[in-house]
């Protein structure tokens, strides 16, 4: 049993779009239900492409936008005040989870309008801050690149997971998150992981050490994996075979030991 000297333990995942950020994320959370007994909350908090749900086969019928229109036509409509927000958020927050026997779901969803997430983000934050003290482990896909680390989204994080490929724009991606990450968040241990290489995994580690990168783990090339993805496939239901999977279930307690 891994020992968790805070509760709720913060994960973010983050990473440049497209380096298998929401995969690695479903392999966590595989990893993680199937071998310990937490209390598990999950936060698909990607605006964009919130894949996560797909990938462990839920389907959230409220998601974080739908809430936040809601609050704003019973403001606009006077049937509710500012000051009300906070209870009102955290109750219908904890409504829209989905449950199943492993863990929880809460969704971000896809905005309906146009522009910035912004107040998305800021409610977010306020659900990360509110509702997590009820579980053991919070783990949140995050949005690909900077933007829920800059507007300081995952401020209250313990431990910050970028996830990357072997090349060197994705790289300076996983720099750039490092950096904001040290100005905007209260993480306690951040590290990364490089999914899908092909190269020569010394020259990798040697690149990662010359950067002063932890490295969390090395995830090869997996045809199980990109055959699901090519499919649609829920994530969830990879073999336990999977070299991904081994690698991340291997790794998991060095990631969580703190």
Known sequence: MLQIKKKPLIIAVVGKGGAGKTIITTLLIKALS?????????????????????MLKLNPTRSLEAIKSELIANIQSGEKNREDLAEIIDFQVYNALVETKQYSLFSIG??????CFCPSNAIM???IESISKDFEIVLIDCEAGLEQINRMVIQSVDIVIIVSDESQRSINTAISIRESAKK?????KIGIIINRFKLDPNKIIVKLHELNFELFALIPEDEIIRNYDAQGKPIIDISDSAVSYQEIRYKLSKILNL
């Open 184 to 188: 905007f968040t209260n993480y306690k």
């Open 34 to 54: 199937t071998n310990y007994s937490y209390k598990l909350l999950l936060i698909d908090g990607d605006p964009t492409y919130p894949h996560l749900s797909k």
């Open 125 to 127: 934050k306020k659900v």
């Open 110 to 115: 896809q905005s309906e309008e146009p522009g």
